[in-house]
C-alpha cells in the first residue's frame, strides 16, 4: 500500500516559487489498479516522479509499504518494490534490450523468460533481445520496451506514465491485457496508470483526476468515468487499430 | 606456455585472449625476447636482422588463418622499440592479434614502442586487433606507443579494432593509412583513461583511389584527471568515402580535445566528420537507478554498453 499525505512540490522558476504539486493526499490500496487522468500539464508525471523519487517532494510524506520512504534515494525505493515506467524512454549507447531486461529482473535471464517479457509487449523476442537501446529503435518500440521492463521489473507496486503514447501499431486490446495479466498475476501489486484514454481509464479500480497540481476528483471508476466521457481526461483512440486486431511487431 | 611466469601468462589472456599457445601462426615476445614462434605453412614469421622485430609474410590466398603476436613486459625499466612488418599476399583472409600488455612493479617506466607495417594485396582483407592493457602497482609508468602504416593495394580491406581500457599510463598512437582504388578501411578504437593518464590518437587516412573509402570510429571514455586527444583526419585525393566519429564522456576531471580534420582535393571526395563529448546523460543514471541499480552501478553499466 502506498499512501502519500499531504504532498507538495514547489519549484523556483524565474525567482518565483511555483507549486507543481499541492498537497496532494492519496492511497493506492494493494492490488488495486488506480488510472490518474487530467489536462496535460496538472502535474501526472511529476507525482510519479515523486513517488519513484526522482523529484523529491518539498512538503508531506510519502508511506510505502508501511515505511516511511520519503527521504529515500531513487534506488532504495526502487529496491523496495516500486517501479516507473517512463513517459519518455531513455535511449543509451551500446546498451542492449537483453542488459537492460536483466538488471530490471535483478538476475541472470534466460532467453525464454526474456522472451516472455518481450511478447508480453508484442515484440518478437528473437529479433529485439539484441537490439541496442537507442535511436535505431522507433517511438513505439522504445515505450514496448519500457514496459516489458517494468513487468520484468515483478515490483509491487508499478507505475506507467501514459502507456499508449507512441504505440500506434500495436492494438489497445494488448496493451490492456498485459495491465489485466498483471492485476490478476500471482503476485499481486498494486498498479497506477497515467492515462487519457477512455479504455484504460476503463480498467480502473478508481480513477484519480488531477489539475492545477491538485486532486480535482477521485473515486471508484463507475462513479468517476462518467463525469469524464467528451473530456480531454477520457479520449476515445485507436478505434482503427483495434478494429484491426493486435499486431506484434516482428 | 615455455619460459611464461603467472603474471606473463594473465597478461597475455588481457591482452589477446591467449591461455594456452595459439592455434596457427604466432610470435610470443616476452621483455624484449622470443618466448615463442611458430610459422605455418602460408604463414611464415622470421626475426629482422638489423633492428628488433619481425617480418610476417601472409602467402597468397590464404584463408580462415589467423597470426597471433602479443608482447609482454614484465621488468621494470623496460625500454624496447619494435618494428613488425606483415606483406599480406593477394586474396589472402586472415586474423592478426596483436597487444601489448605491461606490468610494472618497479619505479622505473617501461616502455613498447611498435611499429607495425601493413603491406595489403590486392583485394586481400585482415581484421586485426590491438589491446593494450597495464597493470602492477609500482610508481614507473606504463608506456605504449604504437606507429601503424597501412598500405592497401586495390579492392583490399582492413578492419582495425584497437582497445584500451586500463592501466597504461602514456599512448601516442599514431596511424597512418594510404588506399588505392575500391579499397576499404574500417577502424574501431576504444578507449578509457583513468587517474592521470593521458593518451593522444592521430590518423592521416588517405582515400589515393577512386572508390576508396574509411570509417574511422572512436568511443572514449576520459575519467578522473585523463586527459585525450583524438586527432583524425582523413584526405581524399580521389572520388572517395571518409567518414569520422569520435563519441565521448567526460567524468570527474577529465578532458578530452577532438580535432576533426577533412581535407578534400577532388570534387566527388565525400568526408564527413562528427564529434560528440559529454557527461553521462542524467536521465540514464536515473532510469537505471529505478531498475534498482545504486549511482555507481548504474555509471558502470553505461560505461560498459558504450565501450562495448
Ligand atoms: N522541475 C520542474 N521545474 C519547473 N517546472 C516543472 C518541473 N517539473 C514539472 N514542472 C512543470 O509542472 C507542470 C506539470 O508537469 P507534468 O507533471 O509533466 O504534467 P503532466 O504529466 O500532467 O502533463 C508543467 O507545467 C511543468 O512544466
Ligand atoms: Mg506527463
Redesign the interface.
Known amino acids: 500500500m502506498l499512501e502519500l499525505l499531504n504532498l507538495s512540490f514547489r519549484v523556483a522558476v524565474d525567482g518565483k516559487e511555483k507549486e507543481i504539486i499541492k498537497n496532494v493526499d492519496l492511497t493506492v490500496p494493494d492490488d488495486k489498479l488506480i488510472v490518474v487522468t487530467g489536462p496535460n500539464g496538472g502535474g501526472k508525471s511529476t507525482l510519479a516522479k515523486l513517488i519513484?523519487g526522482?523529484e523529491r517532494s518539498t512538503s508531506g510524506r510519502i508511506i510505502f509499504k508501511g515505511e516511511d520512504i520519503t527521504e529515500l534515494?531513487?534506488?532504495e525505493r526502487?529496491?523496495r518494490g516500486?517501479?516507473?515506467a517512463?513517459q519518455q524512454p531513455?535511449k543509451?549507447?551500446?546498451?542492449?534490450v537483453v542488459?537492460?531486461l536483466r538488471?530490471?529482473s535483478?538476475k541472470e535471464l534466460n532467453a525464454s523468460e526474456a522472451c516472455e517479457f518481450l511478447s508480453a509487449v508484442g515484440l518478437c523476442a528473437r529479433d529485439y533481445i539484441g537490439r541496442e537501446i537507442n535511436a535505431s529503435l522507433s517511438g513505439g518500440e522504445l515505450k514496448r520496451i519500457e514496459i516489458a521492463?517494468v513487468l520484468a521489473?515483478g515490483a509491487s507496486l508499478s507505475i506507467f506514465d501514459e502507456p499508449e503514447a507512441g504505440i500506434d501499431l500495436w492494438s489497445f486490446r494488448n496493451l490492456i491485457e498485459v495491465f489485466e495479466q498483471m492485476r490478476r498475476g500471482s503476485k499481486g501489486g498494486s498498479i497506477i496508470i497515467i492515462s487519457h484514454q477512455e479504455r484504460i481509464l476503463n480498467i480502473a479500480d478508481e480513477i484519480v483526476v488531477i489539475k492545477n497540481g491538485e486532486i480535482l476528483r477521485r473515486g471508484p471508476k463507475d462513479e468517476v468515468l462518467p463525469t469524464l466521457i467528451g473530456t480531454s481526461s477520457a479520449v476515445v483512440g485507436c478505434r482503427k487499430a483495434d478494429a484491426e486486431g493486435g499486431e506484434a511487431i516482428c | 606456455m615455455l619460459k611464461l611466469d603467472e603474471i606473463q601468462k594473465r597478461l597475455l589472456a588481457e591482452v589477446a585472449d591467449l591461455h594456452a599457445v595459439p592455434e596457427g601462426a604466432y610470435n610470443i615476445r616476452s621483455n624484449s625476447h622470443a618466448a615463442g614462434r611458430q610459422s605455418t605453412a602460408n604463414i611464415e614469421i622470421t626475426p629482422k636482422s638489423d633492428v628488433p622485430g619481425i617480418d610476417i609474410r601472409i602467402k597468397p590466398g590464404t584463408k580462415n588463418e589467423s597470426v597471433h603476436i602479443p608482447v609482454v613486459l614484465t621488468e621494470s625499466g623496460l625500454k624496447e622499440v619494435v618494428y613488425n612488418d606483415f606483406y599480406i599476399g593477394e586474396g589472402a583472409d586472415v586474423v592478426i592479434v596483436a597487444g601489448c600488455g605491461i606490468d610494472n612493479c618497479g619505479n622505473q617506466d617501461s616502455q613498447h614502442d611498435g611499429v607495425h607495417r601493413f603491406f595489403v594485396g590486392k583485394n586481400a582483407r585482415i581484421r586485426y586487433v590491438e589491446k593494450h592493457y597495464g597493470s602492477g602497482s609500482g610508481s614507473g609508468k606504463r608506456i605504449l606507443n604504437p606507429g601503424t602504416e597501412v598500405y592497401q593495394d586495390e579492392g583490399s580491406i582492413v578492419e582495425m579494432e584497437m582497445v584500451q581500457i586500463k592501466g597504461v599510463d602514456d599512448t601516442e598512437r599514431t596511424t597512418s593509412a594510404e588506399l588505392a582504388a575500391g579499397a576499404k578501411l574500417i577502424v574501431r578504437e576504444r578507449l578509457m583513461t583513468h587517474d592521470d593518464q593521458r593518451a593522444i590518437s592521430t590518423y592521416v587516412v588517405s582515400l589515393n583511389g577512386e572508390g576508396s573509402s574509411a570509417d574511422v570510429v572512436s568511443r572514449s571514455v576520459a575519467k578522473d584527471k585523463s586527459f585525450q586527444k583524438f586527432d583524425a583526419k582523413i584526405v581524399g585525393n580521389a572520388p572517395c568515402h571518409g567518414h569520422t566519429e569520435c563519441d565521448s564522456i567526460i567524468m570527474d576531471g577529465g578532458r578530452i580535445l577532438a580535432v576533426p580534420g577533412l581535407e578534400a582535393n577532388d570534387l566527388d571526395a565525400e568526408l564527413v566528420h562528427e564529434a560528440a563529448i559529454g557527461k553521462i546523460a542524467g536521465e540514464q543514471l536515473v532510469k537505471l537507478m529505478t531498475l534498482g541499480l545504486t549511482e555507481q552501478q548504474a555509471e558502470e553499466q553505461i560505461i560498459n554498453g558504450f565501450l562495448k
Open positions: 519513484a526522482i534515494g531513487i534506488t526502487a529496491k516500486i517501479a516507473f517512463f531513455v543509451f549507447k551500446g546498451i542492449q542488459d537492460l538488471i530490471a535483478g521492463t521489473r
